[in-house]
Antibody, heavy 119, light 110 residues
């Protein structure tokens, strides 16, 4: 079964850091680009960032709202992708989804992990 | 990158059709044939319904169809069913590994 499972969410104070993980199974992880998408409470989806695969030199790209604060990485040997979030703001509070990139769309999604930034 | 513009809500009776628009710019929707549509039920992860403007992934009913004209893409749900009641989001590639989502549309089956 093709599956993505996120972990690492929780409560963090403004200015703090958190690292999210996403474990993939059921497909050849190393072939795919991977993305993170977030959804603030009661709001719409917001694309966070993308990491390409090894043939494309693991290039990353981020939304303007997180650029310089968030960093994506991946470990193909562990079938995992990560999102390091620094200098967190209250507006980063959201459910964070990882998703598999396929034909420039997101065809497999995890169940999401909740990040709450509050003092 | 600004969010793509969708109507906040749309509705139809069972069996009817509903069409949702998604308006962007020549830098995203109008510039690439990489528009996708996602369905999201409350408390659930999004589900891919349409990719590359018009294509349906395996398992998506053919009641769902997509199109594009200029800077505006559309999703049509024909033969509305109760289970189609959900939020729908468009998304477009915006160049240089960037993506943008739409503002979302809540579809109600009357």
């Amino acid at each position: 079964e093709v599956q993505l499972v996120e972990s690492g969410g929780g409560l963090v104070q403004p200015g703090g850091s958190l690292r999210l993980s996403c474990a993939a199974s059921g497909f050849t992880f190393s072939d795919h680009y991977m993305d993170w998408v977030r959804q603030a409470p009661g709001k719409g989806l917001e694309w966070v960032g993308r990491i390409t695969n090894k043939p494309n030199t693991y290039t990353t790209q981020y939304a303007a709202s997180v650029k310089g604060r968030f960093t994506m990485s991946r470990d193909d040997s562990k079938n995992s992708v990560y999102l390091q979030m620094n200098s967190l703001k209250t507006e980063d509070t959201a459910v964070y989804y990882c998703a598999r990139d396929w034909k420039t769309s997101l065809d497999v999604w995890g169940q999401g992990t909740t990040v709450t930034v509050s003092s | 990158q600004s969010a793509l513009t969708q109507p906040p809500s749309a509705s139809g009776s069972p069996g009817q059709s509903v069409t949702i628009s998604c308006t962007g710019t020549s830098s995203d929707v109008g510039g690439y044939n990489y528009v996708s549509w996602y369905q999201q039920h409350p408390g659930k992860a999004p589900r891919l319904m349409i990719y590359e403007v018009t294509k349906r992934p395996s398992g998506v009913p053919d009641r769902f169809s997509g199109s594009k004209s200029g800077n505006t893409a559309s999703l049509t749900v024909s033969g509305l069913q109760a289970e189609d009641e959900a939020d729908y989001y468009c998304s477009s590639y915006a160049g240089s590994n960037n993506f943008v989502f739409g503002t979302g549309t809540k579809v109600t089956v009357l």
